[in-house]
C-alpha cells in the first residue's frame, strides 16, 4: 500500500466528486469517472469530495459493496489524487469500473484514472470549485495564489 502524500502540490487542478464516488476512487475501485466531455488533462489531479452526495441507486450500491457508511465520509475537503491517463468513449464494457449501469453510458466518455494516493491529511482548499474543474489554492480572475 502506498504511503499518504504528505506535501501537496499546490499546482494541481482538482476535480469535484461526489460521495461515495471520490472514496472508491481512491480505494483504486471506481477506475473510469464518466463525464459528458471528454478531457485533453492527463496526469495527477486533486479529487476534491464535494459537499453533496450522490443520491443515486447505483452510488448506494457501489457504497454498500465496498461496506461505506456514506454519512462518515469526508465532505468539502481534498481528500488525495489521481493520475487522468485516458479520455474515451464508454460502452457496455465499462460498467464495472464506471459503478454505473450500461443504460446511464449513452453518449458519455470515460477518464480513466490510475495511481490513486490519499492526502495525509484532508485539506480544506483555499478556493472552491467553481467549475468541473478548479484550482483549489489559485484564484480563477486573477491568476494570483493564495499566500
Do not use: C
Not at 36 to 49: D, E, F, K, L, M
Not at 52 to 78: M, S, Y
Not at 86 to 101: E, M, N, W, Y
Amino acid at each position: 500500500m502506498k504511503q499518504a502524500i504528505k506535501h501537496p502540490d499546490k499546482s494541481l487542478p482538482a476535480l469535484g466528486i461526489r460521495q461515495p464516488w471520490a472514496e472508491l476512487i481512491l480505494r483504486g475501485i471506481k477506475t473510469i469517472e464518466i463525464r459528458s466531455s471528454q478531457t485533453r488533462i492527463r496526469g495527477p489531479i486533486y479529487i476534491y469530495a464535494s459537499k453533496k452526495l450522490a443520491k443515486t441507486p447505483h452510488a448506494d450500491i457501489a457504497a454498500e459493496k465496498a461496506g461505506l457508511n456514506v454519512e462518515e465520509l469526508p465532505r468539502g475537503v481534498l481528500i488525495g489524487t489521481v493520475e487522468i491517463v485516458d479520455s474515451f468513449p464508454v460502452h457496455r464494457k465499462h460498467t464495472i469500473s464506471a459503478g454505473v449501469p450500461a443504460q446511464l453510458l449513452k453518449g458519455k466518455f470515460g477518464w480513466k484514472l490510475a495511481n490513486p494516493e490519499r492526502l495525509q491529511t484532508l485539506i480544506i482548499p483555499d478556493y472552491l470549485p467553481y467549475g468541473v474543474w478548479f484550482y483549489p489554492y489559485l484564484r480563477k480572475k486573477t491568476g494570483v495564489r493564495k499566500k
